[in-house]
């Protein structure tokens, strides 16, 4: 359930709540948001309880929360949460979209997309240092230089950089250099990786399961926030069906449902949803009429020689036409990109 206060309680009224929760055995997290706070309650409910909680001063109202996903739940909190990543705001009326090379493959190589992807007007850099591949012979990644290049983009370009962490031992090395770290596809329900991440206060940029549901994608976001970490992103990236021909189906049903039952940013992957950089920008443009708050998207300087996932890479200039199209979108469903991708990619 969730214990929503007056909007003119007093700190003391809250903590009174608070302290009253603990006693009857709920787990709490209090959700300040813009126009309320609300104190999330997780634990068994009895009408007794409520009742007593009720009447404390402060409080306006109990709300029970039937889903499973309490914190997550959009019963419990109706405006959308917001989340900051560096100084780029992502789930408000900015579109995120981050870019970047599938992973780091030498510092030559990841500073010159840095700077690519900061002139199409991307916002968030992203290059993976550990990468989780299917064969044991292909490409694992640079991991710690890995890392060490990504902090040098970031401080060369001013823009943020993602990567993604496999376990717990590269996210304690990740967090020393990255602004938000991507928990993959392949690991959404590594739940001592969820509960690792949710310890930290980072942004999780947390991809759809290629076989999850959207409940049991959900439910990987309870896992963070329930550890405390509220800065959790969600990202749609293709799921497993019967079709070959592309090499996930992007399921952009996911973008409006999610945001129905979720007050969490939710963005898409058309790159590793499709697997084919030329169904890139019609499924990065119908993304964003569907609701997306942003996009991350695989570039890389030249696709022919990028050691993963070339074929779904766009080109520098395929980026920024992407971006030149995508700012057609923005008076559509009243969003803004920063000005200079506007102007940069025009
Ligand atoms: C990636 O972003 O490079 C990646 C491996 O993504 P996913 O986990 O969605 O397959
Ligand atoms: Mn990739």
């Not at 996210?171 to 991507?182: G, H, K, N, R, S």
């Not at 952009?252 to 949803?273: Q, T």
């Amino acid at each position: 359930m969730v214990v929503v206060m007056e909007m003119s309680s007093s700190n003391q009224q809250i903590e009174a709540v608070n302290l009253k929760l603990d006693q009857l055995g709920f787990q709490t997290q209090m959700i300040r948001g813009v126009k309320r706070i609300v104190i999330g309650a997780v634990g068994d409910r009895r009408s007794s309880d409520i009742l007593e909680l009720q009447l404390m001063p402060g409080v306006e109202k109990i709300v029970p929360i039937m889903k499973p996903y309490k914190l997550v739940s959009r019963e419990g909190r109706d405006e959308n949460t917001v989340i900051k990543v560096g100084n780029v705001t992502i789930g408000g009326d900015n579109l995120a979209i981050i870019a970047g090379p599938c992973a780091v493959e030498s510092r030559q190589q990841l500073l010159t997309a840095a700077y690519q992807v900061k002139r199409a007007g991307g916002q968030i850099i992203r290059g993976g240092a550990f990468k989780p591949r299917t064969s044991p012979y292909s490409f694992q990644g640079l991991e710690l230089e890995g890392l060490k290049i990504l902090k040098e983009a970031a401080q060369a370009t001013g823009l943020p950089v993602v990567t993604e962490v496999i376990d717990e031992g590269s996210l304690q090395m990740a967090l020393d250099y990255v602004d938000m770290v991507q928990v993959g596809a392949r690991n959404m329900q590594n739940f001592r990786l969820l509960k690792a991440v949710g310890q930290t206060d980072i942004p999780v940029l947390l991809k759809r399961g290629m076989s999850a549901t959207i409940e049991e994608w959900l439910m990987a976001a309870e896992y963070i926030i329930s550890e405390g970490n509220g800065r959790v992103i969600l990202c749609e990236r293709g799921i497993r069906t019967f079709e070959t021909a592309t090499r996930n189906t992007l399921d952009l049903s996911a973008v409006p449902l999610v945001k129905r039952l979720s007050h969490l940013p939710v963005i898409v992957d058309p790159s590793h949803g499709t697997g084919d950089r030329g169904l890139v920008q019609p499924m990065s443009m119908a993304a964003i009429a569907a609701g997306a708050d942003g996009l991350i998207l695989e570039m890389h300087p030249e696709p022919a020689k990028a050691l993963s996932d070339g074929p779904q890479s766009l080109t520098p200039e395929e980026l920024e036409q992407v971006m030149g199209q995508l700012s057609l979108l923005l008076p559509a469903v009243a969003r803004q990109l920063p000005t200079n991708a506007i102007r940069e990619s025009a």
